[in-house]
C-alpha cells in the first residue's frame, strides 16, 4: 500500500473525529491541555483500532460488520443527546462536562475510530501490515484533531449568540454523525 493511499485513508478516517473537534471547540477554551488530551487519545485510538482489527483477521470480519456501524451511532447519540439536553436545560458552560475529559472522551473517540477497526480487518484480508497504516492514521488524526478543536474555538468568535448555543449546535452534529454513519452501511 502506497503511503499515498495511507494518507487518503487516514484523512477519511479521521474525517469524524474531526467534526466532534470542531464541535468541542465551540464551547471550549481550548487549552494545551485539552487539546493533547483530545488530540492523543482520539489519534492513539484511531491507530489503535486497525491493529486489533487486523490481529482479529478474517474469522470475525463478517460479526463486526454487522453492527459496528449502530455501535458508533449508539456512542455518539448518546453523547449528543446529553449535549443537546444541556442546552435545553441551560446549563452554563462550566457545568456541561468536559469533552476532553473521562468517560465523555473515550465514548467519542471509541465512536469515532469503529471505521478504523474495519480498515485493520481489511488489511489483514488483502494481507498489508499494518503497522506503517496505524502510525500514520494515528497521526493525520491528531493533527486533525487539534485543528478541529481550534477551527471550533475560532467560530465561536462569530458571535455570542452563536457561542451560547454551542452544547445544542454539538449535539445535533454529533447525531448527524451518527446517522451519517448509518446512511453509509444502508440502515437509513
Not at 485513508?9 to 487539546?35: I, K, P, W, Y
Not at 485510538?45 to 490481529?55: H, K
Not at 436545560?89 to 478504523?116: H, M, V, W, Y
Amino acid at each position: 500500500m502506497s503511503i499515498a493511499a495511507i494518507l487518503f485513508l487516514a484523512l477519511a478516517l479521521a474525517m469524524d473525529a474531526f467534526a466532534v473537534a470542531v464541535a468541542s471547540g465551540l464551547r471550549l477554551r481550548c487549552t494545551l491541555g485539552q487539546t493533547l488530551r483530545m488530540s492523543l487519545t482520539f489519534g492513539g485510538f484511531q491507530a489503535a483500532m486497525p491493529v486489533i482489527g487486523w490481529f482479529l483477521g478474517l474469522s470475525v470480519h463478517e460479526y463486526i460488520e454487522s453492527f459496528d456501524h449502530w455501535v458508533a451511532f449508539g456512542l455518539l447519540a448518546l453523547v449528543g443527546v446529553k449535549m443537546i439536553h444541556d442546552a435545553l436545560q441551560n446549563k452554563e458552560d462550566e457545568e456541561c462536562a468536559d469533552p476532553t475529559r473521562g468517560f465523555t472522551l473515550l465514548l467519542l473517540a471509541l465512536a469515532t475510530s469503529i471505521d478504523a477497526l474495519a480498515v485493520g480487518i481489511s488489511l489483514a484480508m488483502i494481507k498489508v501490515e499494518v503497522w506503517q497504516p496505524a502510525v500514520i492514521i494515528g497521526l493525520v488524526c491528531f493533527g486533525l484533531t487539534a485543528l478541529g478543536l481550534h477551527l471550533g474555538k475560532a467560530t465561536v468568535a462569530l458571535g455570542p449568540k452563536f457561542a451560547g448555543r454551542a452544547n445544542l449546535i454539538g449535539g445535533l452534529v454529533l447525531l448527524g454523525i451518527g446517522v451519517k454513519i448509518l446512511i453509509e452501511h444502508g440502515v437509513v
